[in-house]
């Protein structure tokens, strides 16, 4: 999920996927200091756990 979400960050905001992919982990950095950990571990399985599958 997480390389859909970049590719799809990088087409709407016209900039290169190494970019976008920073963007990414910012958004998780920021969630992981905002959200409760159950949230929290919920959005990192679901972004980052489904690439690991592929």
Same mark, same amino acid.
């Given at each position: %999920?997480?390389?859909?979400?970049?590719?799809?960050? *990088?087409? /709407?905001?016209?900039? &290169? /996927?190494?970019? !976008? /992919?920073? *963007?990414?982990? !910012?958004?998780?950095?920021?969630?992981? &200091?905002?959200?409760?950990? /159950?949230?929290?571990?919920?959005?990192?399985?679901?972004?980052?756990?489904?690439?690991? %599958?592929?």
């Amino acid at each position: %999920m997480k390389h859909i979400i970049t590719k799809q960050i *990088a087409d /709407e905001a016209g900039i &290169t /996927e190494p970019q !976008a /992919e920073k *963007a990414v982990d !910012a958004l998780i950095g920021y969630f992981k &200091t905002r959200l409760p950990v /159950e949230t929290n571990n919920d959005i990192q399985s679901l972004i980052i756990g489904e690439d690991n %599958m592929h």
